[in-house]
């Protein structure tokens, strides 16, 4: 159902949708509302009307409920990873890994409820001082990669702030998305303060074109987040997050199996589904061959849930065709396994071009591609030859040469001899060029807050 007004209810319309298992498509885990514009603004004013009380309520009070809401989810810990399991893909190892993330995110934004405040300035014979106030109503649109973890990143700083939040999960995962709503209405967060609307893409365009959302916190496709940057325009603010053609680069100093063992883990983690996933690996000619040796053993062992849905295994597998249209070598994989679910073997790609699809384009699917680099200057070249931003990663014993690489990557997260993916909640974390980048970090609560300046004199 839908959460209007404090109230679980069907879309205007009566339409629903099926989730279904990707492991087992056959398996419909439910069926839920396919809202329009109707439910959107239904749900709206719900929020605009009644998140006034939530604002006005004391900073204790909202972080006790999100710490409230945290212990909820911990305790129903096991349901909600084998429901995860079930609904989107993940491996049981990869669930539980966000089931026991998702309490923390909310442990961790209860605590910035205190640290909303201001500071204060002398001006002459003025006293000069801000303070931080909700900036109203929230739209969060979510996706389904990170069913639970992403959204409490966005639910539980906006609802620290003390704003109320429209609620719009991506349909492959809305029973998640249910689960995190009951848990934090069960925890004390009032009814009218947050509504969660279910469906495709209309109900998101419809909460991106309303005058009454204050802020679009956006994950997705960098198709729809440059749509809804448009629709909201420049008096509203969005933080949009999307996608990433991810590179690790590995010098000839490296040591080779710890290098395989990263690429492995941030390209194929996830069934390679993550913004932040290792899409290509650039390596010099004396470590090019025995690197891809190795990736392409430890790929072949590496357990993989299935693709969320059916339009990411035809998509996966087109990029794949694609691949091997264009001239690059399939060295491994590539394949959809035997059986009703939307599973596909791990792509490695060698001999892959800069003007080649897989060095472009970002696939969110387990397709990794090799590239050649005389040195290392050739390797950023490289690395910064996309359109896209978001992580990059560098293998080398050389401190010296890692910083270099750090300073003139053009992507908003480096990481030195880690994998690509993974994150700290406490850290700064986007895109280079993307909209509101702090999405976590000192400066996260900017976003869900305005800043009002008060110049005071007798």
Request: charged fraction near 20%; glycine fraction near 10%; charge should be neutral.
């Amino acid at each position: 159902m839908n959460l209007i007004g404090g109230q679980w209810v069907p879309a205007l319309s009566g339409e629903t949708f099926a989730s279904r298992n990707p492991a087992d498509p056959d398996d419909v885990i439910g069926e839920f509302p396919q809202s329009g514009r109707a439910d959107v603004a239904a749900a709206l004013g719900a929020v605009a009307e009644g998140a006034g009380a939530w604002a006005a309520a004391p900073a204790d009070e909202r972080a006790r409920v999100l710490v409230r809401a945290a212990e909820l989810l911990e305790v129903r810990r096991a349901d909600l990873t084998a429901e995860l399991v079930r609904e989107e893909g993940k491996t049981p190892a990869e669930a539980a890994m966000e089931t026991s993330r998702t309490p923390l995110n909310l442990r961790f934004y209860a605590a910035e409820a205190h640290r909303v405040g201001g500071e204060t300035y002398q001006a002459d014979a003025t006293l000069v001082y801000t303070w931080r106030e909700p900036v109203g109503v929230v739209a969060a649109i979510t996706p389904w990669n990170f069913p639970l973890n992403i959204p409490s990143r966005k639910l539980g700083p906006a609802l620290a702030a003390g704003n109320g939040v429209v609620f719009k999960p991506s349909p492959v995962t809305p029973l998640m998305a249910q689960r995190l709503v009951e848990a934090l209405l069960a925890a004390g967060v009032p009814p009218v303060a947050l509504a969660l609307v279910h469906g495709g893409a209309e109900p998101g365009a419809a909460l991106a074109d309303d005058p009454r959302v204050g802020a679009v916190t956006f994950t997705g496709s960098t198709a729809a987040g440059r749509d809804i940057h448009r629709r909201v325009g420049p008096e509203r603010r969005a933080q949009l997050e999307m996608g990433g053609k991810n590179p690790v680069v590995v010098l000839p100093d490296a040591d080779l199996d710890r290098a395989a063992r990263l690429i492995v883990k941030g390209a194929f983690g996830l069934s390679g589904q993550a913004c932040t996933g290792t899409s290509r690996v650039i390596a010099p000619p004396p470590v090019h061959d025995p690197l891809l040796e190795r990736v392409v053993k430890l790929a072949e062992e590496h357990e993989m849930g299935p693709l969320a849905a059916d339009f990411q295994l035809r998509k996966t597998l087109e990029y794949v065709r694609a691949g091997q249209e264009e001239g690059a070598r399939l060295v491994s994989g590539g394949r959809r396994r035997d059986g009703k679910g939307f599973f596909v073997t791990p792509a490695i790609f060698a001999e892959v071009t800069p003007g080649m699809r897989l060095a472009r384009e970002e696939i969110f699917g387990p397709v990794l591609a090799f590239q050649r680099a005389a040195d290392l200057d050739e390797a950023i070249a490289l690395a910064n030859g996309t359109d896209y931003g978001l992580a990059a990663g560098i293998v080398t014993r050389d401190l010296g040469r890692a910083l270099e690489f750090a300073r003139r990557s053009r992507s908003g997260l480096v990481k030195v001899n880690q994998p690509t993916t993974g994150m700290a909640m406490n850290a700064p974390f986007g895109g280079i060029e993307q909209p509101f980048k702090e999405q976590a970090g000192p400066a996260l609560m900017h976003f869900y807050t305005h800043q009002k300046t008060v110049y005071l004199s007798e």
